[in-house]
C-alpha cells in the first residue's frame, strides 16, 4: 500500500496580503486550503473542486500559479507522507467555509506564531508565504 497521500493546495492570498489556513473538524491543526487529488485528475483541477466545496471558492484555474511539489509527514495520518501540488491563488471577494471546515483564519507574516500548524505547512509553505 503506497504510504503517500497526494494533494493539490493552495497558498491563499486575500485582498490584503494575508493568507488562509484551515482547520478540518475533528482535527487540531492548521494546513492549507485544498485535499485529494482523484486519480486522473489535473492537481489544478482538483485544487479547484476543494476550493469551491470547502470554501465556497471559485477560481480561474489559468491565473493559479504553480509554486511546485513540497512534502512532509501527514498531519492527520500517522506513517504517511503528504505530497502537495501547491498553487497560489488570488482571491477577491469573502470565502464560506463548508461544513468539514472547523475554522479557517487569515494570517499575515507574524499572526500565526501560536497556532498548530501541520509540518507542511509549517516547515515549507509558510516559509515561503513569509519570504514572498
Ligand atoms: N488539504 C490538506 N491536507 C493536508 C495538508 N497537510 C497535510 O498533512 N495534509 C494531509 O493530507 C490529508 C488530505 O486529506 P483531506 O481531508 O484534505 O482531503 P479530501 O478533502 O480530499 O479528503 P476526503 O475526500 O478523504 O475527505 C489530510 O488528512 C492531512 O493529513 C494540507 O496542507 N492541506
Redesign the pocket.
Known sequence: MSRI?H?A?ALLIGPDGKTLLVR?RNTQAF??????IEPGEQPVNALAR?LHEELGVRIDTAAAVYLGAFS?P????PGFE?R?ELFRVQVEGAVEAAA?IEEAVWVDRHSHAYLEL????RDH?LPLYTAG
Open positions: 497521500i494533494i493546495a478540518k494546513m492549507q486550503p485544498g485535499g485529494k476543494e512532509a501527514a498531519a492527520n495520518e503528504v502537495c468539514e501541520a509540518p507542511l505547512t509553505i
